[in-house]
């Protein structure tokens, strides 16, 4: 997924529902904020509900 930034935080919300191979666990969480050297970013929270 592609997300502008603009400078603010801003919420995001991923809906597994219908990946395949998804079973409601998460056991890994992986990270790619960025796609460049030098460029800053924050993570406020990361928060996961069940359904």
């Known amino acids: 997924m592609n997300h502008?930034?603009?400078g603010t935080y801003?919420?995001?919300t991923f809906?597994?529902?219908g990946v395949a191979?998804?079973?409601g666990t998460?056991?890994?969480l992986r990270l790619d904020p960025v796609?460049?050297?030098g460029i800053a970013f924050d993570i406020d929270s990361?928060?996961?509900t069940g359904p």
């Open 46 to 48: 990361i928060r996961a």
């Open 21 to 23: 191979g998804w079973n």
């Open 26 to 28: 998460i056991t890994d």
């Open 4 to 6: 502008p930034g603009g």
């Open 10 to 12: 801003q919420s995001l």
């Open 15 to 17: 809906n597994m529902q």
């Open 35 to 37: 796609s460049g050297v």
